[in-house]
């Protein structure tokens, strides 16, 4: 079975500064997707980014980026100049491709707060 | 771009009861699924809601209780039947497909965050 694991329940950063949040995965399969999800106070889950497991190259968007290590079963998320707006819940998320459709298995979430 | 909107945002209700839980798509999905995520917990998929058949269930989660339909492309219904304080979560619905952005990427509904009394 996978199994995703964020081990920082909580950080914080400064506004205007660099943040990176951890997750590990564990998975036999070798064809898979990997996520970052963003849910703010309001509890809309937003998608931050998505990893493709056979894509070398690190996924971005905008301000923010990954670290996917696929031997080392690792996928951070990197968070550049961060804004006040970035506070929230980050939950990684993994799915395998062509198992139980549509079962993103999520980490336990790690709580960001950004300061001014 | 496409909006998912659930009814209701939120509800208070007594134990013993059922709530009906609405998940609305402006435009036709493949995909559709429901989520819970109890208090302070991490989200877990209940089952998928399949167009014109039965929903599929995870392990934990039986029909009986989380009864799901989808009579179209655009909209989904999950029920919470028999409730009792453990019943306590936000339920979300998610979309796949939308026709935009990469496949097998999931976009979520607003939620709705369910007390149970």
């Known amino acids: 079975a996978q199994t995703v694991t964020q081990s920082q329940p909580e950080m914080s950063v400064q506004e205007a500064e660099t943040v990176t949040l951890s997750c590990t995965y564990d998975t036999s399969e070798n064809n898979y997707y990997l996520f970052w999800y963003k849910q703010p106070p309001s509890r809309q889950m937003i998608l931050v980014i998505r990893?493709?497991?056979?894509?070398?190259q690190n996924a971005t968007e905008n301000r923010f980026s990954v670290n996917f290590q696929k031997a080392a079963k690792s996928f951070s998320l990197k968070i550049s100049d961060s804004q006040l707006g970035d506070t929230a819940m980050y939950f990684c998320a993994f799915m395998f491709i062509g198992g139980s459709q549509g079962n993103l298995i999520f980490g336990k979430g790690t709580k960001l707060s950004v300061k001014p | 771009s496409a909006v998912i909107s659930q009814k209701p945002s939120r509800d208070i209700c007594q134990r013993g009861t059922s709530l009906t839980i609405q998940c609305q798509v402006d435009?036709?999905?493949?995909?559709m699924f429901w989520y819970r995520q109890q208090p302070g917990q991490s989200l877990t998929l209940i089952a998928t809601?399949?167009?014109?058949?039965?929903?599929?269930?995870e392990s934990g989660f039986v029909i009986d209780k989380f009864p799901i339909s989808r009579p179209n492309l655009t909209f989904s219904t999950l029920t919470v039947s028999n409730m009792s304080p453990e019943d306590s979560s936000i339920y979300l619905c998610?979309?796949?497909?939308?026709?935009?952005?990469?496949?097998?990427?999931?976009?979520f509904g607003p939620g709705t965050r369910l007390l149970v009394l």
């Open positions: 435009s036709q999905v493949t995909m």
């Open positions: 809601a399949n167009q014109g058949s039965e929903a599929t269930y």
């Open positions: 990893q493709e497991a056979y894509k070398q």
């Open positions: 998610s979309v796949e497909s939308m026709g935009r952005g990469p496949q097998e990427t999931q976009y």
